[in-house]
């Protein structure tokens, strides 16, 4: 079983920066790869960033690149999510999920967290 806590919710002015954080607990965290999801107001959710176990290799969605960045610190079961020069259009509710393997397809995600509001105001 993996749980997964998201911290972060703000509310920031376009250009701004912010960094959510993904609280990891379960036996078998150590064996999955992170991603973050968002999901607007009426859209579906959105991949936005994953990360593999070792934090060797990282993918993102075009809409993010450049400006969002996924880290992860398995000493502290935490992954990351620094998010900077923000758009009114990132404006969503972001989850922290966990999968098997990285992936950028949102259906393959099997645990996620309660996620987190991030309002970008222009």
């Known amino acids: 079983q993996v749980q997964l806590a998201v911290s972060g919710e703000e509310l920031v002015q376009a250009g701004g920066s912010l960094t959510l954080s993904c609280a990891t607990s379960g036996r078998t965290f150590s064996s999955y790869a992170n991603g973050w999801i968002r999901q607007a107001p009426g859209k579906e959710r959105e991949f936005v960033a994953a990360i593999t176990w070792t934090g060797a290799a990282t993918y993102y969605a075009d809409s993010v690149k450049g400006r969002f960045t996924i880290t992860r610190d398995n000493a502290k079961n935490t992954v990351y999510l620094q998010m900077n020069g923000l758009k009114p259009e990132d404006t969503a509710v972001y989850y922290c999920?966990?999968?098997?393997?990285?992936?950028?397809?949102?259906?393959?995600?099997?645990?996620w967290g309660q996620g987190t509001q991030v309002t970008v105001s222009s």
């Open positions: 999920a966990a999968a098997r393997g990285p992936t950028m397809l949102v259906s393959e995600y099997d645990y």
